[in-house]
């Protein structure tokens, strides 16, 4: 009896979790043709296949609700989270929707566009992108941020294009050179990548840079977060900047502190406007500076 429920059990799982392992182990194949067996880009469709093979044993959980994932529409979420996190609401568009006018919001210096607001399901992964060394999610909820806020970004961006008729950019939060080899990855940049290809924007990896070291924001308050990252970023290509309306992308907007200290970094360098493009941003208002 044991033996027969085990073998079932077996089989569902293999049904739901083959798929996965095939197609790892097609990107596997694909990347070897590519980048001729380089281990460092192999790494990711090898880490890839052995998560998937793992999976045939031992099912992911939920990264919110810790149930067993029984489909792959998202490794990370079961279908329950999944729908909650694709049916929430999208944050209105601060100051310009709000007030109505998009020239004070620019006069400001800051737009911000968020997908969601930052809780729920969302606060359980973003943390985990950031943190756990799970850069595919940041790929995930790009894509789904790109589509729940592509007629935002459309209306935006035909009121910018009035005053700035060089086309727009997108372009990171960096992280400094020592915190991205800890962490291996810089979230925003993956985030931006992946609106640059869904919306077809040019993207800037490398426009802003940091100028020190700074501690991590999440254990300051709103006036420490300010005073952390004061006159930390400084443009790095000051001409591709000039004239032009920067979308600029973080992971999450709380404070709005690093995205307003970009925001003057990009205004010294020309930047006809600044408008912030984040996956989520907190519910309570936020004061934006310069
Ligand atoms: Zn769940």
Redesign the pocket.
């Known amino acids: 009896m044991n033996r027969a429920l085990c073998s079932c059990f077996k089989g569902f799982f293999l049904r739901q979790y083959w798929s996965e392992v095939t197609h790892s182990f097609q990107n596997c194949y694909t990347r070897a043709k590519v980048h001729a067996l380089s281990p460092k880009k192999l790494a990711p469709g090898l880490r890839q296949l052995a998560e998937g093979m793992l999976a045939l044993v031992y099912p992911p959980r939920?990264s919110?609700?810790l149930?067993s994932v029984q489909t792959f529409s998202c490794r990370f979420?079961?279908e329950?989270?999944l729908s909650r996190v694709l049916h929430a609401e999208i944050p209105p568009v601060r100051y310009w929707q709000n007030s109505g006018d998009f020239d004070l919001a620019r006069r400001h210096g800051l737009c911000d566009l968020a997908a969601w607001y930052y809780e729920d399901a969302l606060m359980a992964l973003v943390p985990r992108m950031k943190y756990q060394d799970r850069p595919s999610l940041a790929r995930v909820f790009a894509e789904i941020a790109a589509q729940r806020l592509r007629e935002m970004m459309a209306a935006v961006l035909t009121e910018a294009a009035k005053d700035s008729p060089s086309p727009p950019v997108l372009i990171p939060v960096p992280l400094h050179p020592r915190r991205q080899r800890e962490r291996g990855y810089n979230q925003s940049l993956l985030i931006a990548r992946a609106l640059s290809e869904m919306w077809n924007i040019e993207l800037l990896p490398q426009a802003l840079r940091r100028t020190r070291f700074t501690q991590p924001q999440v254990k300051l308050n709103a006036d420490e977060r300010a005073q952390n990252v004061s006159e930390v970023f400084a443009p790095h290509h000051a001409e591709k900047i000039a004239g032009r309306t920067v979308l600029l992308v973080d992971d999450v907007i709380t404070t709005g502190a690093t995205v307003s200290a970009c925001a003057q970094a990009l205004h010294q360098a020309g930047a006809a406007g600044v408008i912030a493009v984040a996956l989520a941003r907190t519910g309570s208002a936020f004061h934006v500076k310069g």
């Open positions: 939920c919110v609700c149930k979420l079961c329950n989270c």
